[in-house]
């Protein structure tokens, strides 16, 4: 049966029709918010949020023209959106470099703008970001994705001094490696960059440092985004939770 903790909630999430951002529509539909499923993807978009009685947005965010004057109803903000290249700093395209710090942190930055002033007027608002242990620790050859999740922790505080007084929160999420397609298909970089197997990326980049030796699930992160947008978590804000298998314990 669905539960009602967030009944009459609005949640969007950006990236929602696959990956970490499906499970955190589905989590959040499961406590009876009306999800929103951002997506490039308009079919997988709407086929998600058909499933879970929602609305789906069609939306190129790299678009951020189109961004700068939105105003968005949204009592829930997640923004999880993102992309990875990976490659040494010598090699690594600008473009590249630039594409990510504004899917990553220019677009949050926007989003944030738009469902502010509602959240605002409102006096309730839960802003969740998923961010990284790459926005708190650094691996070679993720310039720009380490940049990028530094700098989504940057905004996120702020966001938390700024709109504590209004009722909003605002705060990160940290796993390490999840099993999802961004992932998956950092395999054979990793590999050619390293002079190992696909297989070896596994055990020897992605898993070394933690003490926890498998990927983290999307539910997993899921779950904690669903407690973040609910009431109990009304004295969160300003935080980052780690779930990294205890990859930064050390």
Known sequence: MAGTELSGRRA???????????????ALAARGATVVVADRDGDAARSLAEELDG??????LLD??????LSLRADILVN???IQVV??????????????????????????RAVLPGMYE??????????????????PYKSAY????????????????????????????NPGYVRTPLVEHQLADQARLHSISEEEVMTRILLTEAVIKRLVEPEEVASVVAWLAGDDAAMVTGSSYVMDGGWSAR
């Open 146 to 173: 380490v940049t990028a999740k530094h700098g989504l922790e940057g905004l996120s505080k702020v966001t938390a001094l700024e709109g504590g007084e209004h009722g909003v929160t605002s705060n990160c999420v």
């Open 12 to 26: 969007v999430i950006t990236g929602g029709a696959s990956g970490i951002g499906a499970a955190c529509a589905r």
């Open 80 to 82: 999880n959106a993102g």
């Open 122 to 139: 409102r006096g309730f608002g839960r802003i969740i970001n998923i961010s990284s242990v790459h926005g708190l620790r650094a691996s």
């Open 87 to 112: 490659s040494p700093i010598q090699d690594f395209s600008p473009a590249d470099f630039r594409r990510i710090q504004q899917l990553m942190v220019e677009v949050p930055f926007l989003l944030i």
């Open 64 to 69: 951020t023209a189109s961004l700068e004057e």
């Open 55 to 60: 609305d789906s947005w069609t939306v190129d």
